[in-house]
């Protein structure tokens, strides 16, 4: 069963930076793709940044200059730096991760992790 453990969230102050680490264990077959995704209350879960494993990057509008997402595909890990905080970053951080198996898309999602920017 893939399982996939985040750390790094946290309280921050605006301006501030954070670094979330992503790592998935438990599969025998290699992944597409991971990322971050974010919701806060009364939203919609949005995408934050994806990472393939030939490393192409994928940012949503509102990081892009100020997040930057790697990945170690060795260790099938990822990591989000997120720097230039802002308040409305504020919300739970769900890594993701995604394999193509037998045709189809399988999607994974870790438990979230919470990023606190005050001001």
Request: proline share 1%.
């Amino acid at each position: 069963q893939v399982e996939l453990v985040e750390s790094g969230g946290g309280l921050v102050q605006t301006g501030g930076s954070l670094r979330l680490s992503c790592a998935a264990s438990g599969m025998d077959f290699s992944l597409n793709r991971m990322g971050w995704y974010r919701q806060v209350p009364g939203k919609q879960r949005e995408l934050v940044a994806h990472i393939t494993r030939g490393h192409v990057t994928n940012y949503g509008d509102s990081v892009k200059d100020r997040f930057t997402i790697s990945g170690d595909d060795a260790e099938n890990t990822v990591y989000l730096q997120m720097n230039s905080l802002k308040s409305e970053d504020t919300g739970v951080y769900y890594c993701y991760a995604d394999a193509l198996l037998d045709g189809r898309v399988w999607s994974y999602w870790g438990q979230g992790t919470q990023v606190t920017v005050s001001s």
